[in-house]
């Protein structure tokens, strides 16, 4: 045995089943511990086969559930049952410390490769299950698990759980492969980073990378009890005087006052920053966390005779802006802008597409995003505010620039750029403003000509460059390569027919009636409905799957989510008051028999709480098998009012107007 084999467990308290398939071939193996057969000799040869060959096995949460149980088995051949393997399962399950049960890279038996874990799915902002994924690769059947956990299953249920351990084990091996690059670019750092690195993050590569290149040493020291601990600068407050950079100014007085109004700020939380906003020309600027935003709703631009739609955005805002102003974590120094600036040399040298380039420029990035982690030996919050704070004033210094050039109009500033439409007899005087501002900042700027710019606003638009290629974000978005998905596999990819017929129309191309009607791929119909545990979802009376796909439908039954009360709450309890505090609230609740109302504790009109029903959608079918999905059904007005909202809220922009 050689190479990769994808695994997949299923643990229940009579049955435990072990599915293998290769990474390259269908050669596949089911190993079965249960109350009916015994395949742990033929499951503990096939492991240390694996383990005798290097084998990598690859999994989906494997790090955090599979794997352990595979090392127990490992351990202790000889005493391996299902028994033990359910024990197991369920001591992971009800552990509150998701740490308890890890086996660190050093000490398993067979190197592991975790595909959750690999593309930061256990970050609870990028939470995605296998089921999920499903519904993203448009697998031909979306299954989730069709026998709840804890039965003791009948044999033919074990029959059942076998075939959906087969369907999870391709659907796995599916998104390995399209995983492939992002496993490979993590082999050519193991060298350099350890044999975990297979498993880290983008934002860890990056981390871990600096930190190599800065010295542990820099970053970390060992306690009295020999445990390592974080070195980091600790704030309780910042003071914005401080950090604002001497060479920001502005002509205009409400940019003047915006600025004075900063440095009189003091920071005692990151979360929140500095939250305000400025006008200019009635075009609204707004700080805050994320960056510098404002927009133009609802309007359509395009270059002309006259106009040019030109987009500035800054290279690689942040890290540039520690670089030349020299900033660092305290802690860390000087050496720390030494070794940053080196990076960004270094990655100059490298191709975009390359691994050395990919690698530096996670470094980059990953160390001033975790500049204001509680995790990082970045942290320092001065640091991450002297750079968002700034960064927001120096666009808005340039746009201020911009502006007072007649015939200038902004049309969008977004966190690291502007794009602006402007007299084609300006663009000259436009760029010396740019290169003005560059020389002033010594940051760099790139620039976009854009036939088009449709605009809902800041988060929401469809741009097209004069060579074609089309910019979209928000509900503009949609991924046209496999590689567009690579870290937005969270998303919800709903109903897609609506945007590509949106970029079809807004292109010139075909109306989204003519295009949604003449398009032929199913998947593109489909729609995800997605509850939590604690809920159902429900159609034609029928609970269905926490991950279901459904066609809006001519004819069919309204699918909605039934949820439970309020936290705390059960169906049929009176109603808490609004403003009650905890210690009176439950204090009184000891008081009474359940069911009673009490004026002092529960609303007058004695309402109760109920199971709550949200409306995913109104009228569809169910098709969680693409089988299952019906042409003649179709409701394609659904699908062509969807994508006209998107059209018809824009209207093109009164160029002339100076108030736009």
């Known amino acids: 045995m050689t190479g990769a084999v994808i695994y997949d467990l299923e643990t229940y308290p009579n049955c435990f089943l072990a599915g293998v398939v290769d990474l390259h071939s269908n050669t596949r193996f089911m190993f079965e511990l249960s109350d009916r057969r015994d395949d742990r000799n033929e499951m503990v040869n096939f492991l240390h086969q694996a383990m005798y060959h290097g084998a990598e096995m690859i999994g989906f949460n494997n790090l955090n559930f599979d794997y352990p149980i595979i090392h127990d088995i490992l351990r202790s051949p000889a005493t391996a049952s299902y028994q033990t393997t359910y024990e197991k399962a369920m001591s992971i399950i009800n552990s509150s410390n998701r740490w308890a049960h890890q086996i660190w890279a050093n000490n398993r038996f067979i190197p592991q490769i975790d595909l959750y874990r690999l593309n930061h799915f256990d970050n609870f902002a990028k939470n995605t299950s296998l089921k999920a994924l499903q519904f993203v690769m448009r697998a031909e059947s979306v299954e989730d698990l069709p026998i709840p956990p804890g039965t003791i299953l009948t044999s033919e249920q074990i029959e059942i759980v076998r075939e959906y351990c087969d369907h999870d084990l391709d659907e796995t091996k599916r998104f390995a492969r399209v995983c492939q690059p992002d496993i490979d670019f993590r082999r050519t750092l193991q060298p350099t980073l350890g044999p975990e690195a297979i498993n880290w993050a983008d934002v860890k590569i990056g981390s871990e990378y600096f930190i190599n290149t800065l010295g542990k040493r820099a970053c970390y020291y060992y306690d009295e009890n020999n445990k390592r601990q974080i070195i980091q600068t600790q704030r309780s407050s910042i003071n914005c005087a401080d950090i604002v950079f001497p060479y920001i100014s502005f002509e205009l007085p409400q940019c003047q006052n915006l600025l004075q109004q900063v440095k009189e700020t003091t920071i005692t939380t990151t979360r929140s920053g500095i939250k305000t906003a400025v006008d200019i020309d009635g075009f609204q600027f707004d700080f805050g966390t994320g960056g510098i935003h404002g927009s133009r709703a609802n309007?359509?631009?395009?270059?002309?005779?006259?106009?040019?739609?030109?987009?500035?955005?800054?290279?690689?805002?942040?890290?540039?802006?520690?670089?030349?102003?020299?900033?660092?974590?305290?802690?860390?120094?000087?050496?720390?802008?030494?070794?940053?600036?080196?990076?960004?040399?270094?990655?100059?040298?490298?191709?975009?597409?390359?691994?050395?380039?990919?690698?530096?420029?996670?470094?980059?990035?990953?160390?001033?995003?975790?500049?204001?982690?509680?995790?990082?030996?970045?942290?320092?919050?001065q640091f991450t505010m002297a750079i968002t704070i700034n960064g927001q004033l120096l666009l808005l210094m340039l746009a201020e620039s911009l502006t007072r050039i007649e015939g200038v109009k902004l049309i969008q500033i977004n966190t690291?750029?502007?794009?602006?439409?402007?007299?084609?007899?300006?663009?000259?005087?436009?760029?010396?403003?740019?290169?003005?501002?560059?020389?002033?900042?010594?940051?760099?700027?790139?620039?976009?000509?854009?036939?088009?710019?449709?605009?809902?606003?800041?988060?929401?638009?469809?741009?097209?460059?004069?060579?074609?290629?089309?910019?979209?974000?928000?509900?503009?978005?949609?991924?046209?390569?496999?590689?567009e998905y690579s870290g937005w596999w969270h998303r919800n990819y709903s109903a897609q027919i609506v945007q590509r017929a949106v970029e079809s129309e807004l292109l010139g191309l075909e109306t989204v009636e003519s295009f949604i009607k003449g398009w032929k791929d199913p998947f593109d119909?489909?729609?995800?409905?997605?509850?939590?545990?604690?809920?159902?979802?429900?159609?034609?009376?029928?609970?269905?799957?926490?991950?279901?796909?459904?066609?809006?439908?001519?004819?069919?039954?309204?699918?909605?989510?039934?949820?439970?009360?309020?936290?705390?709450?059960?169906?049929?309890?009176?109603k808490r008051k609004s403003k009650i505090e905890d210690a009176l609230y439950f204090s009184v609740l000891r008081e009474i028999e359940p069911g009673v109302w009490d004026e002092r504790i529960h609303t007058k009109n004695k309402s109760v709480y109920e199971d709550r029903r949200i409306k995913v959608h109104e009228r569809c079918c169910i098709c969680n098998d693409v089988e299952d999905f019906d042409w003649t059904n179709l409701d394609y007005d659904y699908y062509i009012?969807?994508?006209?909202?998107?059209?018809?809220?824009?209207?093109?922009?009164?160029?002339?107007?100076?108030?736009?």
């Open 525 to 574: 119909f489909m729609l995800r409905g997605k509850c939590p545990r604690s809920s159902k979802l429900i159609h034609n009376g029928q609970e269905q799957q926490r991950i279901t796909r459904f066609f809006a439908s001519v004819k069919g039954d309204e699918l909605y989510k039934e949820s439970p009360p309020v936290a705390g709450a059960e169906p049929g309890d009176y």
């Open 641 to 660: 009012s969807e994508a006209r909202k998107l059209i018809d809220c824009l209207e093109p922009a009164e160029v002339d107007d100076t108030s736009f």
């Open 416 to 483: 690291d750029g502007v794009t602006f439409l402007c007299p084609r007899g300006k663009r000259d005087e436009a760029m010396k403003v740019c290169a003005n501002w560059e020389k002033l900042t010594a940051l760099d700027l790139e620039y976009v000509d854009y036939k088009s710019f449709f605009c809902r606003d800041v988060n929401n638009y469809l741009a097209v460059g004069t060579d074609d290629k089309v910019k979209a974000k928000g509900a503009y978005w949609f991924p046209k390569t496999a590689k």
């Open 299 to 381: 309007q359509i631009f395009h270059s002309d005779d006259d106009h040019v739609i030109i987009d500035a955005d800054v290279t690689s805002l942040y890290p540039s802006i520690a670089i030349v102003n020299k900033l660092y974590p305290e802690h860390l120094g000087h050496a720390f802008v030494t070794q940053y600036a080196l990076l960004r040399e270094q990655r100059k040298l490298h191709a975009k597409g390359t691994p050395e380039n990919a690698t530096l420029k996670l470094a980059l990035n990953g160390t001033y995003g975790n500049s204001n982690s509680d995790w990082s030996p970045f942290k320092d919050p």
